[in-house]
């Protein structure tokens, strides 16, 4: 049999950086486990396009639809701002998740009990928080029609559309109800069934699916902004929340920045089982590319490499793998050791990307 295949597309600003981290991750698991990965990189958003002039050049799209998992770094950087929205680097990605129809996001925020401290929130309000957020990613405003910016009248109109089909929903809907069994068996659905018509049908199917096929799971729904401001309230009353893309977009940040850093928080994107039973998967950091710390060794490689830990328990079924190399990044994050992320104003000297990187090696070394 072959090697399971990864596909790295690191992007841009700090993308390259901290996937520099995780490669060495990868070869530790193929030198030290006895696990070997056929690795191929490619571009993705403003380095695909400084070299073909697109944010994702087709033949990677279709390396994309090949490979067992993806790892994206980040994506976009100031010097793109002024580009045509249709070549943005941002663009590259959501056709990776459209084409690969990769529906299902799992977003978690865990707080490490190192970082209770740095929250901005109470440390009772954040310690041992660990909640599951599933976002819908390939339908919803981002992608519904019509859309664009037209002529009315003497002044310019910006259109986007809020879509759902049934099966969208109910899709993603099973997700959160399959991680909820695996969890704590409670899920939160949110959207706005007070003012959009695409909630109240969110809210219908969700029910349905719940009462025909997880009547087991405790399922609870809230208004999307309530749910942000429970989020800051009290976090910990979730177990998984289940909501559309955009909602799902800034209910992950806020729940990301709970956990001390957005510089922590990994992300798999998952669709439909392929032909070999894995499913459809990217996984990525949720950060963005941080453009301002680009290049300078500063940026904190962990979200990525969890990011690695999830492509290990979901696409390779090596969950006791995965827990390894999490509890190596909690072992060093609880030795003190810290990216510049990871410090107040007057804090200690941070560690650099690859300081940070060397260190888990190291952590993983002694786990064996
Ligand atoms: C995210 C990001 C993306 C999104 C951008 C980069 C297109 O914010 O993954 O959360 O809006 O989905
Ligand atoms: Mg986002």
Redesign the pocket.
Known sequence: MSNPSLLILAGDGIGPEVMTEVKKIINWYGEKRDMPFDVSEDLVGGSAYDAHGTPLHDDTMAKAQEVDAVLLGA??GPQYDSLDFSVKP?RG??RLRKEMDLFANLRPAQCFDALADFSSLKKDVVAGLDIMIVRE?TSGI?FGEPRGIIEEGNERVGINTQRYTESEIARVARSAFEMARRRNNKVCSMEKANVMESGILWRDVVTEIHQAEYPDVELSHMYADAGAMQLCRWPKQFDVIVTD?LFG?LL??AAAMLTGSLGMLP?ASLGAPMANGRPKALY?P?H?SAPDIAGQGKANPIACVLSFAMALRYSFDQGAEADRLENAVEKVLADGLRTADLLGEEGAQPVSTSEMGDAIIAALDASL
């Open positions: 994506v976009g941002e990605l959501l990613l981002y893309n977009d992950s940040d992300s990525e949720v963005g």
